[in-house]
C-alpha cells in the first residue's frame, strides 16, 4: 500500500509540473496525454458568458483545445499546497494555487485558491491515468473572466 501511495503521489506532483508548463500551447500539449484518459470527464464549476454551467468537456481532445484556445493571451501554474489520496478507491484531492499571467508581460492576473478532485485509473503497465476531473474555485467569475480574453 505504501508503494503505491508513494506512486500516486510521485503522478500528482509531475501532473501539476507539467501542467503549468505544458498544458497551455499546442506544441506542447501532446506531453499530456499521458495523463488524461481519451475519455476523461473534466467539469470546472464557473461559467463563462453565454455558457452552460458547469462547464463540461467529455474527452480529452475537448478538454485539450479547450486549454489551448483558453490560455492564447495567458498562462497559469497550478502548485498543489495540499494532496489527499484514497488508495483504494484511486481517487485524490488537491487545494491548489493558481496564478495566472498575462503571456504579454507576464504580469500576475490573479492568484486563486482552487480544488481538483481527480478519479484515476491504474493502467495495464502500473501507470495512472485521471479518468474525471473536478475543479472548484472560490472566485468563479474572475477565473472565468480570463479566458474570455481573446
Excluded at 505504501?2 to 503521489?9: A, G
Excluded at 481519451?38 to 463563462?48: E, H, K, R
Excluded at 488537491?94 to 486563486?112: A, H, I, P, T, Y
Aim: a negative charge; proline letters at 3%; aromatic letters at 16%.
Amino acid at each position: 500500500m505504501q508503494k503505491k501511495y508513494k506512486k500516486l503521489k510521485a503522478f500528482m506532483e509531475e501532473y501539476f509540473k507539467d501542467y503549468s508548463q505544458y498544458a497551455q500551447d499546442e506544441e506542447t500539449m501532446p506531453r499530456m496525454d499521458k495523463y488524461w484518459t481519451p475519455d476523461v470527464v473534466v467539469t470546472a464549476y464557473f461559467q463563462l458568458k453565454g455558457g452552460e454551467y458547469p462547464l463540461r468537456f467529455l474527452n480529452r481532445r475537448d478538454w485539450q483545445d479547450f486549454l489551448i484556445e483558453g490560455h492564447l493571451k495567458i498562462w497559469e501554474t497550478l502548485l498543489p499546497t495540499d494532496l489527499m489520496f484514497d488508495i483504494e478507491q484511486l481517487k485524490s484531492a488537491s487545494m491548489l494555487k493558481v496564478k495566472k499571467f498575462d503571456r504579454e508581460n507576464d504580469k500576475e492576473l490573479c492568484n486563486l485558491d482552487g480544488i481538483g478532485y481527480y478519479k484515476l485509473i491504474e493502467t495495464k503497465d502500473g501507470s495512472f491515468q485521471i479518468k474525471s476531473l473536478d475543479f472548484f474555485t472560490g472566485d468563479p467569475g474572475s477565473f472565468a473572466k480570463l479566458y474570455e480574453l481573446k
